[in-house]
């Protein structure tokens, strides 16, 4: 007997089945009804056929894949015993797709893979790899010198692991390798939840208090959040120092939509529709397999940034291009070309440098700052998530402080208002009184 499971967090189905006093899953790597009620059938056909006396399975084969196989799996496959894992990481990376991860994704595990060649060596045979391995990876990376004067946080070491981890569950799809990733059990160090967001002034506060380091000041400035006072000051300044004119807009739709940098890059004209009042945001990090999009309403200022940008727009698909002869830039292309994340980078920093507004990191502020001043208005947290595409409680968490007015109706819904002043009681008995004094009289 065999049946499916759908993992939740994947799509994937999973196959399950009992054979004797077996039970077994397997992963169908699959989100295909289709593909899995087929493999579903041939299980089940292959489980009638072994009980039956059919079929045996032979010795030393894994169930799961001869009854996916309909049998025809009959010794277990070779594997190569000396894979190295410059090997692994160089079949993995050459098989993927175009455009199945993001740049940046790729980019960072590439770093990863730099690390693991580092420690654990180049010709690592991947067979060999064990718990313990992975532990001294981990120890040796946590000691390791990080940003602004840190160690290497156990996020980032985890980010190799999976990486690591990547690599080695394709290769077992490939049958370049065999068994399950040696990862259970690693212990990392514990790591510091993010504070939440917080306003200019209350940055200052602490930091005019004195007492802490330019890292942990950079930290602060790392959780800003900008007011909508804030946000009129930048999109301003941005507007008369912007060297290109892509710029502001480009601003200006991550100020008022919660876009990430690399949605506004892949957004495009169709995209735009100021007669219905709504922007469709291309995504990519919410599913893996597919690119998903999301729908936010244009405000009426972002509406008139963007009519006057469409119609100086230098012609593409793509909302932010360049011409071929941009000024001041030493780059010469033959045609309208989209505007690349370095570039996107580039001019963000050259527009707030030498100013107040300096200490902004990145585009990413545009995000945070949007779900935190419709938290603050009193925006329905649903609406938020559907407007970014926050998924996590771990997100959410970072600027639910500002939804003040839900969390005085709730606590309020436990404990009751706030008692009146004993003062105000005994005036409003006093007048009372005087009301039952003066009815009486007449």
């Not at 000041?217 to 946000?231: Q, S, Y």
């Not at 919410?286 to 998903?292: A, I, K, L, Q």
Request: aromatic share 8%; proline share 5%.
């Amino acid at each position: 007997m065999a049946w499916l499971e759908r993992d939740k967090r994947t799509g994937h189905f999973k196959i399950g089945f009992r054979l004797g006093d077996r039970k077994l899953k397997r992963s169908l790597k699959t989100s295909d009804p289709d593909e899995a009620n087929d493999a579903l059938a041939v299980v089940d056909d292959t489980i009638r056929a072994v009980e039956r006396g059919w079929v045996s399975i032979p010795p030393g084969v894994d169930v799961g894949r001869f009854l996916l196989s309909g049998g025809r799996l009959c010794e277990a496959p070779t594997l190569p015993q000396s894979l190295r894992l410059d090997d692994l990481f160089a079949a993995y990376f050459g098989s993927l797709p175009e455009g199945s991860l993001e740049q940046t994704t790729i980019e960072g595990m590439r770093i990863h893979e730099r690390h693991l060649y580092r420690i654990l060596g180049r010709s690592f045979i991947v067979s060999e790899l064990s718990t313990a391995d992975l532990q001294r990876y981990i120890e040796k990376r946590s000691k390791e010198p990080g940003q602004r004067g840190r160690k290497v946080t156990p996020t980032t070491v985890r980010k190799a692991i999976v990486t690591l981890r990547t690599a080695w569950n394709w290769g077992v799809e490939h049958n370049l390798v065999s068994g399950t990733f040696p990862g259970r059990g690693l212990r990392y160090a514990k790591t510091s939840e993010k504070p939440p967001f917080q306003t200019w002034s209350e940055i200052e506060q602490q930091i005019s208090r004195g007492g802490l380091t330019e890292a942990e000041e950079a930290d602060l400035w790392d959780c800003l959040f900008l007011t909508l006072r804030d946000i009129d000051g930048v999109l301003r300044h941005v507007e008369q120092h912007a060297r290109q004119p892509w710029v502001y807009p480009a601003v200006c739709m991550a100020a008022h939509t919660g876009a990430r940098r690399s949605e506004l890059l892949r957004s495009r004209l169709s995209d735009i529709d100021l007669d219905g009042g709504v922007v469709t945001i291309r995504e990519r990090k919410r599913n893996h397999e597919r690119t998903t999009t999301r729908r936010v309403p244009i405000s009426p200022f972002l509406d008139g940034v963007l009519r006057t940008w469409l119609d100086n727009h230098p012609g593409s698909l793509n909302t932010f291009c360049q011409p071929p002869d941009v000024a001041r830039s030493k780059t010469h292309r033959e045609s309208v070309c989209p505007v690349t994340r370095d570039e996107a980078h580039d001019h963000f920093t050259r527009a707030l440098a030498g100013s107040n507004w300096a200490v902004i990191r990145g585009w990413h502020v545009f995000r945070h700052s949007f779900c935190s001043n419709c938290a603050a208005k009193g925006v329905d947290q649903r609406l938020i998530n559907a407007w970014v595409g926050h998924q996590t409680e771990d997100m959410v968490r970072r600027y639910r402080h500002l939804f003040p007015d839900q969390q005085q109706a709730a606590i309020q819904q436990v404990f009751g208002a706030a008692p009146k002043p004993r003062s105000s009681v005994k005036a409003s008995k006093r007048r009372k009184g005087e009301q039952t004094v003066v009815a009486d009289a007449l």
